[in-house]
């Protein structure tokens, strides 16, 4: 049986308990409102240690002033029950008192360079600083061996590994393979969002980025296939952020750079719903 605990005394003395008895403890960050793609985080972090705690906080430092922070949904009971049958341990349930004991406005920040600068920083000014805010707090909270973090947030995985590695936290971070709709739109919380006949237009953000794998692979230049791309979206009524291609790393890619490891990028808004999903390939495939 799971259980839910929203006291961080509680929490630390579970955690004590399990690293007396010598356990390894996983952990997956969440803002809640669970689908089968937060699951399978669940079930992988099971694979890599003896106990697993999900946090489900919705994160009002991440949320820029126009986005969704209070519509955002909550679902703690169903998230509890999903969590469960995905073989977890123990649900941290934070309150945001809890979080920021000074409040949201008054507490240390976190920033990591070079990388959120670009893309999702670019577009969402503070946005990263409120993941790493809130990641390195979680982290200080649980003391996981192991974190598990999807790659559909591509961004965000690389921002979670510089600061693991540069604050030096003892803690292996995993990253998880997207989980796919049939139709290949990546599973997300915000899908719910989308009207019955936005739905099916969501899943060309998938098949542009496969054309766009398949135009570098072919070699055509990257301005051409990023433009490509975001025409494409532009046409079926998405107003496109970026679609873009880049290294591994989020650079961009020198033309005459031999080929590598790539990953194209997309960040679209259909109707209310902003969407982001990436695809990484192999450019000398």
Known sequence: MIET??????????????????????FVPTMGNLHAGHHSLAKLAREHADRVVASVFVNPTQFGPNEDFARYPRTPETDAVGLQASGCDALWLPSVETMYPYGAEHAVRMRV??????????????????????????????????????????????????????????????????????????????????????????????RTLL????????????????????????????????????????????EASPPGSRVALIAARLGRTRLIDNMEFDASA
């Open 113 to 206: 360079p070079g990388v959120t600068d670009t893309l999702e920083g670019a577009h969402r000014p503070g946005h990263f600083d409120g993941v790493a805010t809130v990641v390195a707090r979680l982290f200080n909270q649980v003391q996981p061996d192991v974190a598990v973090f999807g790659r559909k947030d591509y961004q965000q995985l690389a921002v979670i590994r510089y600061l693991v590695r540069d604050l030096a936290f003892p803690i292996e971070i995993v990253a998880a393979e997207t989980k796919r709709e049939a139709d290949g739109l990546a599973m997300s919380s915000r899908n719910q969002y989308l009207s019955a006949e936005e739905r099916p237009v969501a899943a060309l953000i998938h």
């Open 211 to 254: 054309a766009m794998r398949d135009g570098i692979v072919a070699g055509e230049s990257r301005a051409a296939v990023e433009r490509n791309a975001a025409s494409h979206l532009r046409d079926a009524g998405f107003d496109v952020d970026y679609a873009v291609v880049r290294t591994p790393e989020l650079a961009e890619p020198e």
């Open 5 to 26: 605990v929203s006291s961080l005394d509680a929490l630390r003395a579970r955690v004590v308990e399990w690293k007396r008895a010598g356990l390894t403890i996983g």
